[in-house]
């Protein structure tokens, strides 16, 4: 799909809230269906990737209902999933593929998953190596997409190093760990997000942290719950973005997600100069508020180190932040970005390039001199690469920009945030 982006915008004004978290939509639906009894979580992000999720477990025999944005899920514990009649096709969705993996090594019967071309493509031995240490049974070779898990009764306890920081590989080690036969070790390089820690507690179980070292003791027993998801950080992000850099904007985000795992991308930009508040919080399973932001000048600042994992997702954003503020703005440690959805280092490069933005690629992030004007340079069509952060990024750099853009693929938005283009419409002045 072919869009054109709302361009040279005045000013933003108004209240949106954000769709669910796409992190914490993914784990309660599958520890839903963990559970004993029924499960209801409302909130729920019905977006391409966590419907990935939730077609999956059907496949697997859950059942599974929406009403609105209410999932309904009757839980089938660990031992009472069913062989699926076919491959669990998990389009682009490397939350649902690292999850699964995790919890489908040890079951009474083989199943097959497959993704999308892009997903194909993506990293997926860090995962399955430990899992086969476990004794998970996945089939050669086990690097990529397709993969096939084959029946297995048994999984090992685990002490293990995670030598990338990854919350879908710890998240996978974790499934996978609840069903070993004693007490798993994981430590971890640097801080993630720890939804699936929150998640797993929250629906009764027992897990023990120590600095950056989980302990997990075998358990498959958990309670159903009633709870509602927060609005995803990483889509407010976007508009938190947005409203920094247009002109005379004032937005207000409502009850978006506040975990201290997640809110490094409000740290970066804070620091860089913008002018943000928190209000009306709420205390949970995970925390929330309202953002309000208002526009501000921003300056460089360095991001690097245990910090990256905090703003993987929001990188893009920042990206951009530093194309608009003064000085030099140094992003490293961040080879990850290289094997997201598509290659975000040079996909970020390569686009605001297009606008005129000053940037040079390095093999693990990216320099940025600023401020720069945006305006079509060397081209006036954009690309997301079907890759929604970098389409998200793109619809926001357009609103500071000259002439007319279009944004090919623009679907890939749908990945995360299905009716971004009619909120952003809706407080565009």
Known sequence: MEKTLRTNVAKLTGTIAVPGDKSISHRAAIFGALATGTTKIDHFLLADDCQQ??????????????????????????????????????????????????LLSKQSFAVELAGDQSLSKRPMARVTAPLRQMGANIAEPAAHLPLTIQANNRL?????????????????????????????HLTEIAPTRDHTERMLRQFGGVLDK??????????????????????????????????TLVPNSQLRLQQVGLNNTRTGFLDVLSRMGANLRVENVHSAFEASGDLIVN????????????????????LPLLALAATQAHGTTVIKDAAELRVKETDRIAA?????????????????????HGPTPLKPVTSDQLTTYGDHRIGLMLAVAALISNGTLTLT??????????????DLQRVCH
């Open 295 to 314: 526009t501000s000048d921003l300056n460089g600042t360095i991001i690097e180190g245990q910090e990256i994992a905090n703003v993987i997702d929001e």
């Open 210 to 243: 120590d600095g950056l070292t989980l302990t997990i003791t075998p358990q498959t027993q958990f309670k159903s719950q009633q709870l509602r998801v927060p609005g995803d950080l990483s889509s407010a992000a976007v508009f938190v973005l947005a409203a």
């Open 53 to 102: 999720t939730l077609t999956a477990l059907k496949q697997l025999g859950v059942p599974v209902q929406l009403s609105g944005d209410q999932v309904t899920i009757k839980g089938r514990g660990f031992k009472n999933l069913q062989h699926p009649n076919q491959p669990l096709n998990l389009g682009n969705s490397g939350t649902a593929t690292r999850l699964l993996l995790g």
């Open 409 to 422: 693929q623009a679907e890939a938005v749908n990945v995360s945030y299905p009716h971004f283009f009619a």
């Open 348 to 368: 970020v490069a390569t686009e605001l390039s297009k606008l005129g933005a000053q940037i040079e690629t390095k093999p693990d992030g990216l320099v940025i």
């Open 156 to 184: 090992q306890a685990l002490d293990y190093r995670i030598p990338v920081a990854s919350a879908q590989v710890k998240s996978a080690l974790i499934f996978a760990a609840l069903q070993a036969d004693q007490v798993s």
